[in-house]
């Protein structure tokens, strides 16, 4: 556990941020590997039918996630306020919760697998195999939520090393099994998916079996939590926006998808392979956003509103020097990334247009991302959500439309930094107002500018 509210502010940041970032490497590296066996093994249907199953689970377990991201604000400011008792009581509250929304989402996601892929018109020869990988995934959403309900724990605690050891693990296990199932045992698909779920499985048992041992504050032991009502509807009113948020950008993914499946299968297979790309590129901002929200998170439950202005002049000074480096080298070698994933000539071609045209505003997208770290971390959770409504459902969408009936598969992707222009100043504007400080859980009598 590490205390964010000392310290010099920039590198209190950084040090926090880097477990989280190589851990995430190495879970989008298993992606990438992931991704790589399914194109060159399975074939661009099956690259296309993984592509068109990630904004489904997105969908699915984005609400319960914004819900965790709540916690784990709750969780931080009651750390920085040295309130331990609420601390475990929060604690609490969030594994139960989390227990019973992934039985949930279990049972519902695979009774509408289906239905949603009709929905966004999924090629026929993809639909099989999208649902046959979904309805397996589905199984492991129960480790998934357990291992990053856990994760996010930690974070609020200050702690973001622990969850990457075991991260890397489960990675290093995934891909291992990923090539037993798929290229020797020959499952296809359905291998895919199972190696996903053995290994979410181990990490989260792994995880647990570690905090039990060695770190007897967290307890986990079912039999003895509690529920506690008020906890939860804090959680609720800091969760419930960013859990809207991230389902509405989910479903607004699931709309993208029914622009781009209007383009055919080479289409699909070169957005599957952008995002996986996407996925390593915006993989810094996401990463200091979580850092800087804990930050701001302890710091104004210490009622040390002096260092918030600091870190985040820090963070983008950080995150825009990494963004710069990542889009340089996202243009120069567009031709062999998209390659690593797929033989089609077509598809990496599609695939070089959609790097060329969105990566040169990774840094809008940084700049964002961190601004609504800040939010998020003071509790501030509503104008962020309304903020990314609009530019999904006001800009990108409506802007990707129209341009692709003018200009074909490009115009989809022009949509996507049209939407971050917006959402950067919207952000900026209403983080310049000062109104977040005022959002916070632990109240002091005095807040400083």
Same mark, same amino acid.
């Given at each position: 556990?590490?205390?964010?509210?000392?310290?010099?502010?920039?590198?209190?940041?950084?040090?926090? #941020? %880097?477990?989280?970032? $190589? /851990?995430?490497?190495?879970?989008?590296? =298993?992606?990438? *590997?992931?991704?790589? !066996? @399914?194109?060159?093994?399975?074939?661009?249907?099956?690259?296309?039918?993984?592509?068109?199953?990630?904004?489904?689970?997105?969908?699915?377990?984005?609400?319960?996630?914004?819900?965790?991201?709540?916690?784990?604000?709750?969780?931080?400011?009651?750390?920085?306020?040295?309130?331990?008792?609420?601390?475990?009581?929060?604690?609490?509250?969030?594994?139960?919760?989390?227990?019973?929304?992934?039985?949930?989402?279990?049972?519902?996601?695979?009774?509408?697998?289906?239905?949603?892929?009709?929905?966004?018109?999924?090629?026929?020869?993809?639909?099989?195999?999208?649902?046959?990988?979904?309805?397996?995934?589905?199984?492991?959403?129960?480790?998934?939520?357990?291992?990053?309900?856990?994760? #996010? %724990?930690?974070?609020? $605690? /200050?702690?973001?090393?622990?969850?990457? =050891?075991?991260? *890397?693990?489960?990675? !290093? @296990?995934?891909?291992?099994?990923?090539?037993?199932?798929?290229?020797?045992?020959?499952?296809?698909?359905?291998?895919?998916?199972?190696?996903?779920?053995?290994?979410?499985?181990?990490?989260?048992?792994?995880?647990?079996?570690?905090?039990?041992?060695?770190?007897?504050?967290?307890?986990?032991?079912?039999?003895?939590?509690?529920?506690?009502?008020?906890?939860?509807?804090?959680?609720?009113?800091?969760?419930?926006?960013?859990?809207?948020?991230?389902?509405?950008?989910?479903?607004?993914?699931?709309?993208?998808?029914?622009?781009?499946?209007?383009?055919?299968?080479?289409?699909?297979?070169?957005?599957?392979?952008?995002?996986?790309?996407?996925?390593?590129?915006?993989?810094?901002?996401?990463?200091?956003?979580?850092?800087?929200?804990?930050?701001?998170?302890?710091?104004?439950?210490?009622?040390?509103?002096?260092?918030?202005?600091?870190?985040?002049?820090?963070?983008?000074?950080?995150?825009?020097?990494?963004?710069?480096?990542?889009?340089?080298?996202?243009?120069?070698?567009?031709?062999?990334?998209?390659?690593?994933?797929?033989?089609?000539?077509?598809?990496?071609?599609?695939?070089?247009?959609?790097?060329?045209?969105?990566?040169?505003?990774?840094?809008?997208?940084?700049?964002?991302?961190?601004?609504?770290?800040?939010?998020?971390?003071?509790?501030?959770?509503?104008?962020?959500?309304?903020?990314?409504?609009?530019?999904?459902?006001?800009?990108?969408?409506?802007?990707?439309?129209?341009?692709?009936?003018?200009?074909?598969?490009?115009?989809?992707?022009?949509?996507?930094?049209?939407?971050?222009?917006?959402?950067?100043?919207?952000?900026?504007?209403?983080?310049?107002?000062?109104?977040?400080?005022?959002?916070?859980?632990?109240?002091?009598?005095?807040?400083?500018?």
């Amino acid at each position: 556990m590490i205390d964010l509210t000392t310290g010099k502010e920039g590198k209190r940041i950084l040090n926090f #941020a %880097i477990p989280m970032l $190589l /851990g995430n490497v190495f879970q989008q590296f =298993y992606n990438v *590997v992931d991704t790589i !066996i @399914v194109g060159k093994v399975l074939g661009d249907q099956a690259l296309a039918a993984v592509g068109a199953n990630f904004p489904f689970i997105f969908a699915l377990i984005s609400f319960i996630v914004g819900i965790a991201i709540g916690a784990t604000v709750i969780i931080a400011q009651y750390f920085g306020a040295k309130q331990m008792e609420n601390v475990k009581r929060t604690i609490d509250t969030l594994y139960i919760f989390m227990f019973f929304a992934s039985i949930t989402l279990t049972i519902v996601g695979i009774w509408a697998s289906e239905y949603v892929f009709e929905i966004i018109d999924l090629p026929t020869d993809v639909m099989p195999l999208a649902i046959e990988y979904f309805n397996i995934y589905a199984l492991g959403f129960i480790f998934f939520f357990g291992f990053q309900g856990t994760s #996010a %724990i930690l974070r609020g $605690l /200050g702690d973001s090393k622990t969850p990457v =050891y075991f991260l *890397v693990i489960s990675t !290093i @296990v995934n891909i291992l099994l990923d090539l037993l199932f798929v290229v020797v045992f020959k499952w296809g698909i359905a291998g895919v998916a199972a190696a996903t779920v053995i290994s979410q499985a181990g990490a989260f048992f792994a995880i647990i079996w570690y905090l039990n041992k060695f770190h007897k504050f967290m307890d986990f032991s079912p039999l003895k939590m509690k529920f506690d009502n008020d906890i939860f509807k804090k959680s609720i009113r800091i969760g419930l926006p960013t859990g809207i948020q991230q389902t509405v950008v989910a479903l607004g993914f699931l709309a993208l998808y029914k622009i781009v499946n209007v383009f055919g299968v080479p289409t699909i297979a070169a957005y599957s392979i952008a995002m996986r790309i996407d996925s390593f590129a915006i993989m810094p901002a996401m990463n200091f956003s979580a850092a800087i929200s804990t930050f701001v998170g302890q710091n104004i439950g210490a009622n040390k509103f002096d260092r918030i202005a600091k870190g985040l002049k820090s963070t983008l000074l950080m995150i825009n020097a990494i963004s710069i480096t990542v889009t340089l080298s996202a243009v120069i070698f567009a031709g062999p990334l998209i390659g690593l994933f797929t033989d089609s000539i077509e598809v990496v071609e599609i695939g070089k247009q959609y790097i060329y045209i969105v990566t040169p505003f990774y840094i809008v997208f940084s700049t964002m991302f961190i601004l609504n770290g800040v939010l998020r971390g003071a509790g501030d959770t509503f104008v962020p959500m309304i903020i990314t409504i609009l530019a999904l459902w006001a800009m990108r969408l409506p802007t990707s439309w129209w341009l692709s009936e003018e200009i074909g598969s490009n115009g989809i992707w022009w949509g996507i930094p049209i939407a971050w222009i917006f959402g950067v100043i919207a952000s900026y504007f209403y983080y310049s107002t000062g109104k977040w400080k005022k959002k916070g859980v632990v109240k002091h009598e005095n807040k400083r500018a």
